[in-house]
């Protein structure tokens, strides 16, 4: 069970970045599986599964999903098209602004910056748009030096 849990948020997860919400019927077989676990054999850390599959079920987390569609939307779907890349990747980093907002200590929402904020860099530094280096300065004050770089 245990294995079978983290499958499928590892599959959920990558699902999500290929198709608006297209994980969840795996977060929801995850879900399933904490709820087994908890009557079976082995149930400690059930509890901390449980209260991790909570978060992924709220709205605010549902906000954080949509948005990495929209990302990885425009980072990879439409590839050939750098204006439409930004468009898209602009999107995204405004619902992240939004799930931030609503929620400052989201972990998901972090990590996401911390793994992708360098791809946004270098989709952006050639464009003229100092707005989105002003939004990632915002929510990721840790790199302001990087994004002061690019704020005209």
């Not at 290929?18 to 399933?32: I, M, S």
């Not at 850390?45 to 991790?52: A, N, S």
């Not at 907002?101 to 904020?117: C, V």
Request: no cysteine; proline share 1%; net charge negative.
């Amino acid at each position: 069970g245990l294995i079978d849990f983290y499958l499928y948020l590892i599959i959920g997860n990558e699902l999500d970045k290929y198709d608006d919400l297209g994980g969840t019927h795996y977060f929801e077989k995850a879900r399933a599986v904490v709820e087994q676990g908890k009557f079976g054999q082995f149930f400690e850390g059930w509890d901390r599964r449980d209260e991790l599959m909570r978060s992924i079920f709220t709205e605010n987390h549902k906000k954080f999903r949509e948005m990495k569609n929209y990302y990885f939307y425009g980072m990879w779907g439409v590839q050939n098209d750098a204006p439409k890349q930004r468009s898209f990747v602009k999107q995204a980093i405004r619902q992240l602004k939004a799930v931030l907002a609503e929620n400052r200590d989201n972990l998901a929402a972090k990590q996401f910056i911390d793994a992708h904020y360098q791809e946004i860099v270098d989709l952006f530094k050639d464009s003229g748009d100092s707005e989105i280096f002003k939004t990632l300065k915002a929510l990721n004050p840790d790199r302001a030096e990087i994004y002061d770089e690019y704020i005209k």
